[in-house]
């Protein structure tokens, strides 16, 4: 649980940092190259995968579904930064908690008016279904990021196994 705890906390503070690098104007800026989305649009996205993730600790059901969407969080800066620090110190409990902790997922993926219902998971999975979420919406933002003419932190929305293969492919281990 350790591993997947640093690399939970290890996402979000790439995140703080870039947050830390941007102008609330850059936060808030939409790019005709995301649809029209903000960097805070993604961010905000992403924050609120880690937030039910957290809520449902409380009741073993994390329902993707039920996320607030609080505009606050992609409109202000300051807000994404404060809710990423409260995550950030939320996540020490995970430390105390085991992967193989049972929980059930809600998440609907059907485009019809049915429910698409309710899967068995584990902390761990929706763990490392979060962290992934994060990273993909990352590599959206770094998109923005270049389309803005912006630096882009080395790794930045880059997946973990991605960078491994880029090292071990240029011999560098």
């Known amino acids: 649980m350790r591993g997947l705890a640093d690399a939970l906390d290890a996402v979000l503070l790439q995140g703080r940092h870039l947050l830390e690098s941007l102008s609330q104007e850059e936060f808030v800026a939409v790019n005709p190259i995301g649809n029209g989305a903000s960097i805070g649009a993604h961010y905000r996205h992403s924050l609120d995968h880690f937030r039910q993730l957290f809520a449902g600790l409380d009741y073993g059901i994390i329902d993707y579904d039920?996320?607030?969407?609080?505009?606050?969080?992609?409109?202000?800066?300051?807000?994404?930064?404060?809710?990423t620090q409260e995550l950030l110190t939320r996540a020490q409990d995970l430390r105390k908690l085991a992967g193989e902790n049972p929980v059930e997922v809600r998440c609907g993926i059907t485009y019809g008016e049915e429910d698409a219902g309710a899967s068995s998971s584990t902390l761990g999975r929706e763990m490392m279904f979060c962290i992934s979420?994060?990273?993909?919406?990352?590599?959206?933002?770094?998109?923005?990021?270049?389309?803005?003419?912006?630096?882009?932190?080395?790794?930045?929305?880059?997946?973990?196994?991605?960078?491994?293969?880029q090292l071990e492919s240029a011999g560098v281990r």
């Open 66 to 83: 039920a996320r607030t969407r609080e505009s606050l969080l992609e409109t202000d800066r300051q807000a994404a930064l404060s809710a």
């Open 133 to 165: 979420h994060a990273i993909h919406h990352y590599a959206l933002i770094a998109m923005l990021l270049r389309g803005a003419n912006r630096h882009v932190p080395q790794g930045f929305g880059v997946a973990p196994s991605t960078i491994r293969h």
